[in-house]
């Protein structure tokens, strides 16, 4: 493919993936009162509070075990009678597991200014932001808060299982495309065994990596 036609397909890319919207994933209190309160996109576990400038809290309260919050009735409802819908995440870190005619970004987990193509030639095409942006899993920004964290966690295709990366004894599996798994999704290898990635299973022996432990110090 010659340079300018690459161009052009990272233009229209860049185009669709605009269409959209970034904040999806981000707790909304548009028309709604002080005191009420709205579901997290990414949990549905979780809540916010709407505070009397129109913004949520900048925490996110946990309803009680075995409750799930629903997006209705806004309260803390029995996880079996809940209505919850995810956001689609608008990171992406893998080019396998995708509609094989999609073309798509996905992120540098190593450098926030970089990323890749995907879809158009048999590996990943690297690619760099302009000089004092970063990438935000859909185009390059200015705000560097708003990289790519490859310490959450994303279910990127259904009847997948992908490690927890804060303990490699852990996984989550993916029951559906495109969310962020929960609590419910989260299991434990058995018998001492070890989550790998490369192998996408539990096995003796396998090479322990737990790339999001917080350091005690």
């Known amino acids: 493919m010659s340079p300018s036609l690459l161009r ?6 860049l185009g669709v993936a605009g269409v959209a919207s970034e904040d999806s994933c981000l707790p909304d209190c548009t028309n709604r009162t002080a005191g009420e309160n709205v579901p997290d996109p990414k949990n549905c576990h979780r809540y916010y509070t709407c505070l009397t400038n129109n913004e949520p809290s900048d925490v996110a309260f946990e309803c009680e075990d075995d409750m799930k919050f629903d997006m209705n009735s806004l309260k803390c409802v029995n996880a079996d009678n809940v209505t919850c819908s995810f956001c689609e995440p608008q990171c992406k870190y893998a080019c ?13 987990i190593n450098d926030c200014t970089k990323y890749y193509l995907c879809g158009v030639y048999d590996d990943p095409f690297p690619l760099s932001c302009e000089p004092g942006t970063f990438f935000n899993g ?19 295709s259904q ?14 599996y993916c029951s559906q495309d495109k969310y962020y798994p929960e609590i419910d999704d ?15 299973g539990c096995f003796y022996g396998a090479n322990c990596t737990e790339p999001c432990v917080r350091t005690v110090l």
């Open 8 to 13: 052009l397909l990272i233009i229209l890319v």
């Open 159 to 172: 009847f997948t299982e992908i490690a927890d990366p804060t303990n490699c004894h852990n996984f989550y």
């Open 138 to 156: 859909i185009k390059c920004v200015k705000d560097e808060s708003q990289c790519c964290d490859p310490c959450i966690v994303v279910c990127e």
């Open 186 to 200: 989260l299991h434990t290898c058995p018998n001492g065994e070890v989550f790998s990635s490369k192998d996408s």
């Open 96 to 108: 396998a597991g995708m509609s094989p005619d999609e073309t798509f970004f996905v992120a540098n």
